[in-house]
């Protein structure tokens, strides 16, 4: 019998203990054991699936991962211990000294630390992109290019990059689409419909969605992820059990969080626009936003992140932030309690001001991850914060 992706998270579990426990249970241990010796030989020589060490696999871990490649609609995934090892990862594991990798422009700023630092360090190429311009992306192609990676929509400028053309873009030039699926979620779009090889989540923001544990995951085809697990199997980015256990229980609730994400984020971006001291809301549902048709012809919603431009700069910026009364000040997103956060001073410092300003990120910019709390007293508190900045 076939069932719904959400039908398949919740019902996805480790099969049943002696005990006969409806809700799975937790696989704290290190190690695992055998009956014989042969039995620990052929395990060791990948003659079964048994498990053998948790930096390798465990039963918490896998049924996080089994239910995320249910809701990507992927081959199969590998969990690892953050959302930038499994960035990490998926560049580590196909790009090699003398390879080639175009990003847009406009990414999480522990990524760009990552492709302009390290990568380097390994004799790896890169050109960035600007997220809309088709024509940016066929100019960086060169005769090593291995990968295009992208978000969509942008953090934190929301832009919404087209996935259908990326996909064609990459299997015409036959290189490797990876893409950081966690602004959206599995439940607002799939990149594996428009071609996408490789998925990557930051499970510490909406898979999660109560900022209490931390969490990746690399998705895509059966013989890709093989060699991701081998790699991070040898490095050791492991997720733990016990993270493993509670993202697999959010899951379980990921499609009425979003929903409700996505509603009070469309009514407050509704609010804010024309407020006389804002200059600019970004949201991709909005008609206003510059992506509006490309978003809603692969979004299902528009997610749960807000931003908009106060005019004041910086100064209005510092002095919003001060006044709220409700939304949390914190480094993250995706959580249950609605945050307000300053990008150009946070997330994003470590760029250049010409960098900051070519994504999108001005002084004045604030991101608000939109929590499940009632919209009326989410945007009250934004508005009288508005109104001290």
């Known amino acids: 019998m076939s069932h719904h992706p ?48 948790t930096r390798f ?24 211990a953050s959302g930038m090892s499994a960035i990490f990862a998926s560049f580590m594991t196909f790009l090699k000294s003398g390879d080639h990798l175009i990003s847009c422009r406009a990414i999480f700023g522990s990524t760009h630390t990552v492709i302009t630092k390290y990568l380097a360090k390994y004799g790896i190429e890169y050109t960035y992109v600007e997220a809309s311009e088709v024509e940016s992306w066929e100019a960086a192609v060169k005769p090593n290019t291995k990968m295009f990676f992208l978000e969509t929509p942008t953090n934190p400028a929301l832009e919404v990059i087209d996935l259908e053309a990326a ?82 229980r959010s899951l379980e609730t990921l499609e009425v969080r979003m929903e409700r994400h996505a509603s009070n984020a ?69 959580d249950t309690r609605s945050i307000a956060s300053h990008p150009a001073s946070t997330t994003h410092a470590k760029l250049t001001h010409e960098e900051r300003e070519k994504v999108g990120i001005t002084p004045g910019l604030i991101r608000i991850s939109v929590g499940l709390e009632n919209i009326s007293d989410i945007l009250n508190d934004i508005l009288q914060a508005i109104d001290k900045s």
Not at 22 to 45: G, K, Q, V
Not at 60 to 78: H, I, K, P, S
Not at 186 to 209: C, E, F, M, N
Not at 307 to 329: H, P, S, Y
């Open 6 to 53: 959400i039908t398949k998270v919740i019902r996805t579990q480790v099969p049943r203990t002696d005990e006969m426990e409806h809700s799975s249970p937790l696989f704290l241990t290190s190690s695992f054991c055998y009956d014989d010796a042969e039995e620990m030989r052929a395990t060791f020589a990948d003659e079964n699936d048994n498990n053998i060490y």
């Open 57 to 80: 696999s465990n039963p918490n871990v896998q049924e996080f991962t089994d239910r995320m490649v249910a809701l990507e609609g992927t081959e199969a995934g590998f969990a690892t």
């Open 167 to 248: 996909g064609k873009f990459t299997r015409k030039h036959k290189i490797l689409l990876n893409v950081d699926n966690c602004f959206a979620t599995p439940i607002a779009q799939r990149p594996i419909d428009y071609g996408a090889d490789i998925i990557v989540h930051s499970a510490t923001k909406w898979l999660d969605g109560q900022g209490r544990v931390l969490g990746g995951v690399v998705l895509g085809r059966k013989e890709l992820i093989h060699e991701v697990y081998l790699f991070c199997r040898s490095t050791g980015p492991s997720m733990s059990p016990f993270n493993a256990w509670v993202l697999s």
């Open 266 to 334: 469309l009514k407050l971006a509704k609010a804010l626009e024309g407020h006389e001291k804002i200059s600019s809301v970004r949201y991709p549902f909005l008609h206003s936003h510059p992506q509006h048709g490309i978003a809603t012809r692969q979004m299902t919603n528009g997610g749960g992140i807000v931003c908009f431009e106060l005019k004041g700069g910086l100064e209005a910026g510092r002095n919003f932030l001060d006044a709220l009364q409700m939304l949390t000040l914190t480094a993250n997103l995706g």
